[in-house]
């Protein structure tokens, strides 16, 4: 393989997540029927992750490639990783996903079956024992559906050829903790692309298992989401709006989105993404990031 060039190249953004590093690149190298490689972007770890990667490099060597940056955000990451990439087709995968063995043959077999420029795949929980996890699947479908869907805008979890990546300009370089990926796919769609959710493609998920993961994340879409739209020329006052509007129906609309048991800590977390919202179409800057608590 480290004289052709892979058909495939996975671009992985890693941070601080050494040990659920090492499994997850376990998982990613295992797979079979593609000719594939793995580039690993470190976003300016301090923890193991240096040593996780320079251990994988020596153990897969022409298979795996990494390099290390300072802590930019997931999208500027992954744009080093693409621009590494020597495969036809780029994949993004998250370092807290565990793909089967033959998670890039039904991607590529996705692809030429719904004729798309990209194929999204969908996230299985790979645990559902605890509220937080439970939460936060819910919150992810009401984003990417359970259906099939070809007008998708959500999480970059996909694979698109890499010149189509690289004629897009990749993720944007503005440091976004979330919802870059939004803004990415909003712009593939303007140049005409087709993007295609397909859940039958899917990778166990890791999601966070306390409320303080899950109150960052609300967090992190609320402020840095705001910013993406206003990138895309979205109206501050209609976002505040959209924001009023979602949260006034929050009481009914919650019913049908998630269990029972969830249902208040679901409108505890829509009252925290409102005034983060809020805060940010205000008084939002690239200086001042957080809102008072």
């Not at 479908?141 to 004629?167: N, Q």
């Amino acid at each position: 393989m480290a004289d052709t060039e892979p058909h495939v190249s996975v671009v992985v953004a890693t941070h601080n997540r050494g040990a659920m590093l090492k499994e997850h690149l376990a998982a990613v190298l295992r797979q079979q029927g593609v000719d594939f490689e793995v580039i690993c972007v470190d976003d300016g770890s301090s923890d193991e992750t240096p040593e996780v990667l320079a251990h994988h490099a020596e153990q897969y060597p022409g298979v795996f490639r990494y390099t290390c940056t300072e802590n930019r955000g997931p999208g500027p990451a992954r744009n080093t990783g693409a621009a590494m990439a020597r495969g036809r087709f780029i994949v993004i995968a998250d370092d807290d996903t565990f793909p089967t063995p033959d998670w890039l043959q039904r991607l590529i077999a996705a692809r030429e079956r719904h004729h798309a420029d990209v194929i999204a795949y969908a996230l299985q929980p790979e645990s559902l024992e605890l509220p937080p996890e439970r939460y936060l699947h819910y919150r992810n479908l009401l984003v990417t559906g359970s259906v099939l869907r070809r007008d998708y805008i959500g999480p970059a979890f996909f694979l698109m050829p890499r010149d189509l990546y690289l004629a897009a300009g990749g993720f944007t370089e503005v440091l976004l903790a979330a919802a870059e990926d939004f803004e990415f796919c909003h712009r593939l769609r303007r140049r005409g692309a087709s993007i295609v959710f397909d859940p039958s493609v899917s990778v166990p998920h890791r999601f966070s298992t306390d409320w303080a993961g899950v109150e960052r994340r609300v967090h992190a879409t609320a402020i840095d989401g705001a910013q993406a739209y206003r990138m895309l020329g979205r109206s501050v006052p209609g976002l505040a709006m959209r924001a009023v509007a979602k949260m006034l129906a929050a009481p009914l609309w919650a019913l049908r989105a998630y269990p029972l048991d969830l249902y208040w800590a679901a409108l505890r977390m829509e009252g925290l993404f409102f005034r983060y919202r809020i805060w940010a179409c205000l008084f939002y800057s690239e200086r001042h990031r957080r809102p008072p608590s």
